[in-house]
């Protein structure tokens, strides 16, 4: 069973608004067992939304459209489904007295042209609309077997529409199949890395199917289970996810919603410190070229004041030297940006804000600056960290105890890529020290 979702209004088309419609239709679509072969958006255009619908119809079971049911003049859903039809728009009597009870209701005269919202092509089913204006159209569009829906574009008013119409006919055709979704998200290794260590598991005719994306320097695993029962999608859904942990570990952070930053808030959250008596471990950063973007990656995530001391932003080599306490012969012999003045950078502020972790970061992020050395792109990252809870408290509050490692990163893109990347590779060399296991890459 295929679906395809119409998505109608100029301000989708110029990008001045987002559409969430389609995606969130798709996924009540595929949780309730109808693939989604196209999403397509055309503006306030009859004739391109009359091409959109004879276009759609014999590729599918059904074609969503959202928007363009309102009462302007650049509203022409209805009247496209009208001419496809080749009927005549026909006043609905019903929804009209309709929606002058609901202006008397709130105490407002009903304009003129309202009454174009009572207006639907003829011999089509009226949705009934019980939070707006716009009621709703539904129909079978010849000859092929094709049933339309056409929803209001308001949020609010769509969401309620499609959960009444569109989901109960869904199910119906469906016959209880499913296909079922689950996102897990990895950071660290490009996306033909990924996809060469899950090897026939990325298999195109394989069941469920495994995809990968990549947004914002996180590559993700995209799964679909398609079965006949949810019982079968559950069970083999569940033997996928399992195979791609063995195959790529502790690559994999977290799943569906999860961020790097929620997984590393909760291994803080998550972790005793013993002797101290406290149910949090803390960390503090020391910023140069990310600006304080670490710093707010950690504290996105509500209750972070738990976790999160305080974080530095040395950007020039005076504050480093004055707010952390980074030598001027270290600064003067290796570069601002370098692993031992990383380092330093990363114990100053471990000491200052007494946490229990620092990072710190110092790099080249362009367009300019870079030199055949350093080029733009170069990165260094450190991490300082107490010695574990059960060292004896004399020594593990000794700062030369202390310990703190570095590296060097050639990171690629523009520079909110290079600050994007920077500061999700120090969340995860924290998320891995945190784990207690060696970073795999």
Same mark, same amino acid.
Request: proline share 5%; glycine share 8%.
């Given at each position: 069973?295929k679906a395809?979702?119409?998505s109608?209004?100029?301000?989708?088309?110029?990008?001045?608004?987002v559409? $969430?419609n389609s995606?969130?239709?798709?996924?009540q679509?595929?949780?309730?067992?109808?693939?989604?072969?196209?999403?397509?958006?055309?503006?306030?255009?009859?004739?391109?939304?009359?091409?959109?619908?004879?276009?759609?119809?014999p590729?599918?079971?059904?074609?969503?459209?959202?928007?363009?049911l +309102?009462p302007?003049?650049?509203?022409?859903?209805?009247?496209?489904?009208?001419a496809?039809?080749?009927?005549?728009?026909?006043l609905?009597q019903?929804?009209?007295?309709?929606?002058?009870?609901?202006? *008397?209701?709130?105490?407002?005269?009903?304009a003129?042209?309202?009454?174009?919202?009572?207006m639907?092509?003829?011999?089509?089913?009226?949705?009934?609309?019980p939070v707006?204006?716009?009621?709703?159209?539904?129909?079978?569009?010849p000859?092929?077997?094709?049933r339309?829906?056409s929803?209001?574009?308001?949020?609010?008013?769509m969401?309620?529409?499609f959960?009444?119409?569109v =989901?109960p006919?869904?199910?119906?055709r469906?016959?209880?199949?499913?296909? =079922?979704q689950?996102?897990?998200?990895?950071?660290? =290794?490009?996306?033909?890395n990924?996809?060469?260590?899950?090897?026939? =598991?990325?298999?195109r005719?394989?069941?469920?199917s /495994?995809?990968? $994306?990549v947004?914002?320097?996180?590559?993700?695993?995209?799964i679909? *289970?398609?079965?006949?029962?949810?019982?079968?999608?559950?069970?083999?859904?569940?033997?996928?996810i399992?195979?791609?942990?063995?195959?790529? +570990?502790?690559?994999i952070?977290?799943?569906?919603?999860?961020?790097?930053?929620?997984? /590393?808030?909760?291994?803080l959250?998550q972790?005793?410190?013993?002797?101290r008596?406290?149910?949090?471990?803390t960390?503090? $950063? *020391?910023?140069?070229c $990310?600006?304080?973007?670490?710093a707010?990656?950690l504290?996105d995530?509500?209750g972070?004041?738990?976790?999160?001391?305080?974080?530095?932003?040395?950007?020039?080599?005076?504050?480093k030297?004055?707010?952390?306490?980074?030598?001027?012969n270290?600064?003067?012999?290796?570069?601002?940006?370098?692993e031992?003045?990383?380092? *330093?950078?990363?114990?100053?502020?471990?000491?200052?804000?007494?946490?229990?972790y620092?990072?710190?970061?110092?790099?080249?992020?362009?367009?300019?600056?870079?030199?055949?050395?350093?080029?733009?792109?170069?990165?260094?990252?450190a991490?300082?960290?107490?010695?574990?809870?059960?060292?004896?408290?004399?020594?593990?509050?000794?700062?030369?105890?202390?310990?703190?490692?570095?590296?060097?990163?050639k990171?690629?893109?523009?520079?909110?890529a290079?600050?994007?990347?920077?500061a999700k590779?120090?969340?995860?060399m924290?998320?891995f020290?945190?784990?207690?296991?060696?970073?795999?890459?």
């Amino acid at each position: 069973m295929k679906a395809i979702v119409l998505s109608v209004g100029d301000e989708l088309v110029r990008g001045q608004t987002v559409d $969430t419609n389609s995606a969130w239709i798709s996924q009540q679509l595929l949780a309730n067992g109808c693939d989604v072969a196209e999403h397509r958006t055309v503006g306030d255009d009859q004739s391109g939304i009359e091409r959109a619908i004879a276009d759609a119809t014999p590729r599918c079971d059904s074609i969503i459209i959202t928007g363009g049911l +309102g009462p302007t003049d650049d509203d022409l859903t209805r009247q496209a489904i009208a001419a496809v039809l080749g009927v005549e728009l026909e006043l609905r009597q019903d929804w009209l007295d309709r929606i002058a009870a609901y202006f *008397a209701r709130i105490n407002r005269p009903m304009a003129e042209r309202n009454k174009i919202q009572a207006m639907l092509p003829r011999g089509c089913d009226l949705l009934d609309n019980p939070v707006g204006t716009a009621c709703g159209i539904a129909c079978r569009v010849p000859p092929a077997d094709c049933r339309l829906f056409s929803l209001p574009g308001v949020p609010r008013e769509m969401k309620q529409m499609f959960a009444d119409h569109v =989901l109960p006919w869904i199910k119906q055709r469906s016959g209880g199949s499913v296909i =079922l979704q689950k996102t897990l998200h990895t950071f660290g =290794l490009g996306e033909s890395n990924i996809a060469e260590r899950l090897g026939d =598991l990325m298999r195109r005719d394989r069941n469920p199917s /495994v995809g990968t $994306t990549v947004s914002n320097n996180i590559v993700s695993l995209r799964i679909n *289970a398609r079965f006949d029962t949810r019982d079968e999608a559950e069970r083999d859904m569940q033997q996928t996810i399992a195979a791609c942990h063995e195959k790529l +570990g502790e690559l994999i952070f977290g799943q569906d919603d999860e961020s790097l930053s929620h997984v /590393v808030a909760g291994l803080l959250t998550q972790s005793a410190t013993g002797d101290r008596g406290s149910s949090v471990l803390t960390v503090t $950063t *020391a910023e140069s070229c $990310t600006g304080g973007l670490l710093a707010k990656m950690l504290t996105d995530i509500p209750g972070s004041s738990d976790y999160f001391k305080t974080g530095f932003i040395t950007y020039s080599n005076q504050s480093k030297r004055d707010r952390l306490g980074v030598s001027e012969n270290l600064i003067n012999v290796h570069g601002a940006v370098s692993e031992p003045v990383v380092l *330093a950078m990363a114990k100053g502020a471990r000491r200052l804000a007494n946490a229990d972790y620092a990072l710190a970061i110092s790099g080249v992020a362009g367009p300019g600056g870079g030199t055949e050395a350093k080029p733009v792109g170069t990165v260094c990252i450190a991490l300082a960290h107490l010695p574990p809870s059960d060292t004896p408290r004399p020594q593990r509050d000794r700062e030369d105890e202390v310990t703190a490692v570095a590296r060097t990163f050639k990171f690629t893109g523009d520079r909110q890529a290079i600050r994007d990347r920077a500061a999700k590779m120090a969340l995860t060399m924290l998320r891995f020290r945190l784990l207690g296991k060696p970073m795999p890459f």
